[in-house]
């Protein structure tokens, strides 16, 4: 009886099974996607986050958008992969009279997506619209040191200066897109080597190679970024032959790819994790605690248990592939010294440690492992940690605008090429302090920083302001993040960018 | 023609016999009366001769031959011809032994579904045939209306028609009127009497109530524990019983019922 | 006809307590939508200036009203975060959950009713117990698990489909459907498993009842006599039943939703509560809401036509 | 006596054993997890990562070299736990409801239904999330959510069971001899609707471990290190190339806590 209970179900299963075989005839199994990609010339990249907000260029600040379109958008100067700052739409760009006068000669033919060719009007417009002087809010503030703009012929624009502002050049990478265009937000136009054909919320975003690019012009046709919002849904995608390529995976991720079908790249996230302590939260306010934790903790305990001994330990805010303003010497300041830190400990009234809370945006794994790792290392000094993992809406409302926070582990990447970028953040009354830093000396510095116009001058006095951070244990610096890229065999081409870009003009399928 | 001949039937479940070693015979258009008090094994033998025991779970032996051929003998699928057929069966409580979904007719037409080769029309006027023939006021809308929409009385009526319908050598009741009240159970009565006199159909009425079986039946058999403990004719086993169970089973009607 | 538009009432009065609630938890839960949008390097300027564009600078009650006037005329407004009409993003993501739960639904019949009839025969205490350790072992697989299994074997060993490269509905129906499948399968096994349990029990229950018992006694097969008439009174406490699942169905569909890459109304759902996205939120919870309630009545509708006796307005019960 | 027939009878409840037995397994599990795991199971160990199964790593290590067994044992813990908390407070609150809606009916038993309908309707997701969000993290919040997402089914139950209760003979004499509604309620027809309940109890505390396992999924609720088993299954999924066993043991353990409940349930029903 029971025997023809199970012959039934067994039944019913194989016969559903079938039915689906018969559909098989169209397409051929896996195998064929991967010839199938190849052969088509288009690829498909995994991305886990949704591009979210307008696509406008000058609006988008995440930086999972601004990865993507750097494809599609260009400004009169563009990075390049060891991050210097090279022309694009502009032919060239000059600082004269120290650094009060930026000369810009465009370049000649450069089209739009829609086939307008780039002219002046289109430069103004772009320029007007990100230093604010459309009547609304600057969105490039640095920017507003412009005081005049000329231009004497079409193809020349004299930007004047209120003061000196040696880094005023690495702010012009802003997108030059095409005048009284209203449509950025949902169908961008810009001048780069991929163009934008459609976007479906939550499920993915396509490109198209632009052949009428002025440069050297992409190799693969047709780009499709694939928003997989779970992590096991890339390494499931990898795995079913969905996705070519997938970056900023974690180690542990990295680790069960497919070794057969995936190359591994490493590079690096370009950012700066730490544990920022609240230095106006007790016991945090007290810099002896702050050192006592540097002093405790191990960090290549936590690359070693997190990250498989990946990742690039520092000991500032900068992060290494910043190579113009990292300095070395700080990463090791606080060498691993538990009894010091103990010592340290007693000093400041907590001889048997205390209770601290660590707050972690949940949908960063490599974050909240950090955290795990950290509660259990920083248990050898007697200090008990409690992880509390919150949504990343109420990471940005909670901790980093209302500051209301003990301690809390995330990266802190650059927007723009720039040392200011990482390091005016801790200026006492800059308003996205959010670990409150208040050191006159600290201040002090930035001001005589941005009053500096030699370059070598002013790179000496933010090394200074980096060293400050670290006597003063602002936070526990811990690493710059390994950045593993998986890569179906036979893509060649990825390039790791000291910023938050991913370069798909350089990719291309071998010769198959 | 019914013959019960040493029939024994034990369940696994329990040690005793349910029905020990009994003889019974109905012969042709008689109402014989079987009558004992609940779990006297009665309406076990009745689920025997229908073939509705669950064999599985006891043990028969001995005969019950109707019209010369033996029940016990026939496998399921022989036995189902006989069922329906030769064979009818009306249960206690009509309001359960109707299917609530389904309009009376059609329930009442199973019987020649089954057993005949009979087109719907004609199936229908036998059903209405029946149904004037067990007194149902307006045979037609009892026909389209479904159980809840008819009395406990017509229910039943529905029933005894619908065993009629295939004009069965022997009608098993078991506990007919019980579930009705004091009218509709004479009326009931009255009409089995009145059917079998008019069809000469013999039937094996079932009843703990002797009263019931007094007024419906010409003779009597008495069952205590399995056994057949006193059978014979009616007038002359109520006047004077034998056996000191019949004699406690009298004793136990009130006086009111007993007037004929 | 009375009956009907009480129901109707009765049914909108829920839809809008859902979508007051929803609002009011929305309120309640931390997160600012202009913030998370813009992203941590916002200035307060810009934040400040975004909320009053998306009018959440308004009271609460007026941003309610607002957004239920929208809804009732077909304006669901506008998302938050994509700027894109909040109907043109949920449309084609509607049907995709719809046909997955659908697709689950039939499942659910196609394997729980026989199961639920052939079991219901079984007597053999064995075969009894057996029947119900398997029910209970499939109810107890929790679907994201059986999908996670699913998506292994049938994607990638046996490549029957490729997970997490859903074809569009639309351009590829069969290949999605094929696709939908194995997501679907997962939603429906422990719920295929309780509708066998719960049709074996009202079988039983009906095969023990005298009219049984009668059809038999006219000469009807066991067979005959379940067909005939055991299945339609063994049916309506099933059919409640399946109408609850695909309450379940929709609502359980979020987590499967995300372990196979489904571009469903899950993961909208998840995505905008994520992001504090209003206007899609609320929107695909009343949508979700509307298909519970909807299955809901329609269970009832069956049943009471299935049901004389309640039909004739004399209800005995 | 020994007549195999009858012996056959006997053999029917085999699943009030066999779920009885399951369910004291993981019970034992559970509460011996509280007092005594083999190894720390918080401490980690770079040099014993995604180990598989061995004699002193019974279900193997995870990725931070923990023992998945002590781990698992915690987890069960919290898992257990939580669908307890679960089923007492939605259970409560639900034949609660459903007894006053059952037995008074009239505009309460309307309300009530309403906001039934209105729970079922809400997406058991939202609600642990505005829970979480308000309370913080951590299992018994996560309780509370599911608690209230699992009120409705429960007050069906009772509902069904009180109003058709109400209406007996036994009920109209206790209340002519003088007692009050409550005590009727209580006295009467609460120990007459068990039969009822308890499956639905049973049946509720697995769905309540289920659904605790799908909301660790989405990652809600849930404060590493200590980790439930749902959490515990959504990390092992993420890993299955990698390391299967995690992913097995922890489906296992979940699946006996489920099956052993539901085999009991369906044992005590039918003895």
Excluded at chain 3, 220 to 241: C, D, G, I, M, Y
Aim: with cysteine.
């Amino acid at each position: 009886m029971l025997k023809r209970a199970l012959a039934f179900l067994l039944a019913a299963l194989l016969l559903t099974l079938a039915a689906c075989g018969k559909h098989e005839g169209g397409k051929e199994p896996d195998a064929g996607a991967d010839a199938g990609r190849a052969g088509e010339n288009s690829l498909v990249i995994g991305v886990a986050q949704d591009l979210d907000e307008s696509l406008d260029p000058h609006y988008a600040v995440a930086a999972g958008t601004r990865e993507v379109m750097f494809n599609v958008f260009e400004g009169l100067l563009k990075p390049d992969r060891n991050g210097n700052l090279v022309p694009a739409i502009a032919e060239s760009v000059n600082v004269e009279e120290n650094g009060t006068v930026v000369k810009i000669t465009l370049r000649s033919g450069v089209k739009f997506h829609n086939g307008a060719t780039v002219t002046m009007r289109d430069v103004l417009y772009s320029l007007d619209r990100v230093r604010g002087a459309d009547g609304k809010e600057a969105l490039l503030p640095a920017l507003t040191a412009i005081d005049t703009v000329e231009t004497p012929s079409d193809a020349e624009l004299v930007l004047r200066l209120a003061e000196a502002q040696p880094e005023l050049t690495s702010y012009l990478t802003f997108a030059i897109i095409p005048a009284d265009y209203t449509e950025q937000a949902t169908k961008p136009v810009g001048t780069g080597p991929y163009r934008f054909v459609e976007r479906v919320v939550l499920e993915r975003v396509v490109l198209e190679r632009f052949d009428d690019y002025w440069g050297e012009k992409a190799s693969i046709e047709r780009v499709t970024f694939r928003v997989i919002e779970n992590a096991e849904g890339l390494l499931l995608g990898l795995q079913s032959g969905a996705l070519d390529l997938v970056n900023h995976l974690t180690v542990t991720q990295a680790a069960s790819v497919d070794k057969t079908k995936f190359d591994l790249e490493e590079g690096t996230m370009n950012l700066v994790q730490a544990l920022y302590l609240n230095n106006a939260v007790k016991p945090f306010d007290d810099v002896r605690v702050r050192q006592a934790l540097c002093y405790g903790v191990d960090r290549n305990e936590i690359l070693s248990l997190a990250f498989d001994g990946r990742g690039t330990l520092l000991g500032s805010s900068m992060y290494p592939a910043f190579t113009k303003y990292f300095d070395d010497s700080l990463t090791n300041y606080y060498t691993y010294d538990p009894a010091k830190a103990k010592e340290l400990l007693a000093e400041a009234g907590y001889p048997d440690g205390f209770e601290m809370k660590i707050t972690v945006p949940s949908n960063y794994q490599p974050h909240m492992d950090t955290a795990e790792v950290l509660v259990q290392l920083l248990g050898k000094i007697g200090v008990k940690a409690k992880i509390e993992p919150v949504e990343w809406s109420v990471w940005v409302d909670r901790v980093y605008t209302k500051r209301d926070f003990e301690s809390t582990v995330i990266g802190v990447d650059a927007s723009s090429m720039t040392a200011r970028a990482m390091l005016e953040r801790f200026v006492s009354d800059y308003g996205k302090n959010f670990i409150n830093y208040k050191n006159d000396e600290y201040d002090r510095l930035f001001a005589e920083a941005q009053n500096t116009f030699d370059d070598a001058q002013q790179t000496a006095v933010y090394k200074k302001m980096e060293r400050n951070l670290t006597e003063n244990a602002a936070s526990l610096y811990i690493q710059d993040l390994a950045d593993m890229v998986a890569v179906r065999k036979g893509l060649t081409g990825l390039r790791f960018y000291p910023v938050y870009v991913l370069d798909v003009a350089a990719l291309s399928w071998d010769a198959q | 023609m019914l013959e019960i001949k040493d029939l024994r039937i034990r369940f696994y479940t329990r040690e005793r016999d349910a029905v020990g070693g009994i003889n019974l015979t109905v012969n042709d258009g008689e109402i014989l009366g079987l009558v004992g008090e609940s779990g006297s094994g009665k309406t076990v033998t009745a689920m025997a001769i229908g073939g509705l025991l669950d064999r599985a779970a006891c043990d028969v032996s001995g005969q019950i031959l109707l019209d010369g051929t033996d029940l016990l003998t026939l496998d399921s699928a022989r036995f189902r011809k006989v069922r329906g057929k030769t064979l009818g069966v009306v249960f206690q409580d009509p309001s359960a032994a109707l299917d609530p979904l389904m309009k009376a007719g059609r329930q009442a037409e199973e019987a020649l579904l089954i057993h005949t080769s009979m087109t719907k029309k004609e199936r229908k006027a036998a059903v209405l045939q029946a149904f004037a023939a067990v007194e149902l006021r307006d045979p037609e809308r009892v026909y389209d209306s479904y159980p809840h929409e008819l009395s406990g009385g017509m229910q039943q009526r529905v029933m005894i028609a619908a065993a009629l319908v295939t004009d069965p050598s022997l009608i098993l009741l078991d506990e007919p009127t019980t579930a009705l009240d004091a009218g509709v159970q004479a009326e009931i009565l009255a009409l089995l009497k009145r059917l079998n006199a008019e069809k000469r159909i013999s039937m094996l009425l079932i009843s703990h109530d002797l009263s019931v079986v007094r007024r419906a039946c010409r003779r009597v058999a008495v069952m205590q524990r399995g056994r057949i403990v006193e059978e014979g004719e009616a007038e002359a086993l109520f006047s004077s019983p034998a056996h000191p169970y019949t004699k406690r089973l009298l004793e136990a009607i009130p006086l009111s019922r007993l007037r004929r | 006809m009375k009956t009907v538009f009480k129901k109707a009432a009765a049914l909108a009065l829920t839809l809008l307590l859902a979508s007051f609630l929803v609002f009011l938890a929305f309120q309640l839960i931390d997160g600012d939508p202009a913030r998370t949008m813009l992203g941590a390097e916002a200035t307060e300027a810009r934040v400040t200036e975004l909320q009053a564009e998306l009018g959440l600078d308004k009271p609460f009650l007026t941003r309610y009203f607002g957004w239920l006037g929208g809804f009732v005329t077909g304006d669901f407004g506008v998302s938050f975060s994509s700027r894109e009409q909040v109907g043109a993003i949920l449309a084609p993501k509607i049907g995709v959950t719809v046909t997955m739960s659908l697709l689950s639904f039939a499942l659910i019949v196609l394997f729980g009713v026989p199961a639920g009839l052939f079991s219901a025969r079984l007597r053999h205490p064995a075969a009894v117990a057996a029947q119900t350790f398997f029910d209970q072992l499939f109810m107890a697989v929790p679907p994201f698990v059986l999908g996670v299994g699913l998506s292994w074997v049938f994607g990638i060993l046996l490549k029957v489909f490729t997970p997490l490269e859903f074809p569009s509905l639309t351009a590829d129906p069969a290949g999605a459907l094929r696709y939908l499948f194995f997501p679907a399968l997962s939603l429906a096994v422990p719920r295929a498993a309780m509708t066998a349990r719960m049709l074996r029990a009202s079988v039983r229950e009906e095969l023990n009842k005298d009219y049984v018992l009668a059809s038999m006694a006219r000469g009807a097969s066991p067979r005959q006599a379940e067909v005939r008439h055991v299945l339609k009174n063994a049916l309506p406490p099933t059919v409640s039943f399946l109408a609850q699942t695909v309450a379940e169905l929709v609502g359980g569909g979020v987590i499967v939703e995300q372990v196979f890459g489904v571009p469903g109304l899950g993961g909208v759902l998840v995505d905008a509560i994520g992001k504090r996205d209003y206007p899609v939120a609320c929107t695909v919870i009343v949508i979700l809401a509307f298909f519970v309630i909807l299955s809901h009545a329609a269970a009832d509708a069956v049943n009471l036509a299935a049901d004389p006796r309640r039909r004739g307005g004399e209800a005995r019960v | 006596m020994s007549d195999p027939k009858v012996k056959k009878a006997k053999k029917h409840n085999i699943l009030l054993i066999a779920g009885a037995a399951l369910t004291l397994a993981v019970l034992l599990f559970t509460f011996v997890g509280a007092f005594y795991t083999p190894r720390d199971p918080d401490a980690m160990n770079a040099a014993e990562k995604l180990l598989p199964p061995t004699l002193n790593h019974l279900f193997g290590t995870d990725k931070f070299g923990r023992d998945i067994f002590s781990r698992v044992m915690k987890g069960t813990l919290s898992t257990v736990s939580t669908a307890l908390l679960t089923v007492l407070a939605g259970g409560g609150v639900g034949i609660l409801a459903g007894a006053v809606t059952g037995y008074f009916g009239g505009k309460a038993d309307a309300v009530l239904t309403r906001l039934g309908d209105t729970v079922t309707a809400f997406p058991a997701v939202l609600t642990a999330l505005l829970v979480v969000s308000l309370l913080g993290p951590g299992g018994w919040q996560v309780a509370i959510a599911l608690a209230v997402a699992f009120i409705p089914s429960f007050m069906r139950v009772s509902r069904v069971s009180f109003a058709g209760q109400r209406r007996l003979p036994y009920v109209i004499s206790a209340r002519l001899q003088g007692a009050s509604h409550a005590g009727v309620m209580l006295r009467h027809i609460l120990p007459n609707t068990l039969p009822s309940l308890l499956p639905a109890l049973t049946i509720g505390f697995s769905n309540a471990v289920l659904a605790e396992a799908g909301m660790s999924y989405l990652g809600i609720g849930v404060t590493p290190p200590d980790a439930s088993l749902g959490y515990m299954l959504s990390e092992a999924q993420g890993m299955l190339a990698l390391a299967p066993w995690y992913a097995v043991s922890c489906g296992a353990v979940l699946l006996a806590a489920v099956l052993g409940v539901g085999l009991l349930g369906e044992g005590l029903k039918d003895a």
